[in-house]
């Protein structure tokens, strides 16, 4: 697969996970005030993200060809941006 062909697929993922858990600002907004509970500091839902970015970088360093984290990668960095908005 290429990266573009990747790019794509990352696309498909992306619309996918926005059907089974909603709209990715909605979504990491929750996740951040959980986390924000569990660790007794301020958690912004941007700090999720790339916390999230940072887990599948580290998964790669593993196995650097594994193209679900590189997908998830794509994907959670599409997820920054609506976060962002």
Do not use: T
Not at 38 to 43: F, N, Q, S, Y
Not at 46 to 66: F, G, N, S, T, Y
């Amino acid at each position: 697969m290429n990266g573009e062909m990747m790019l794509k697929h990352a696309a498909g993922v992306f619309e996918n996970r926005r059907d089974q858990y909603g709209e990715p600002s909605d979504l990491f907004d929750h996740i951040a005030k959980r986390w924000s509970l569990v660790l007794g500091i301020e958690v912004k839902p941007e700090q999720v993200v790339l916390c999230l970015i940072d887990l599948k970088m580290a998964r790669l360093v593993h196995d650097p060809k594994h193209m679900d984290s590189i997908v998830d990668v794509a994907g959670y960095a599409a997820c920054l941006r609506e976060v962002q908005r």
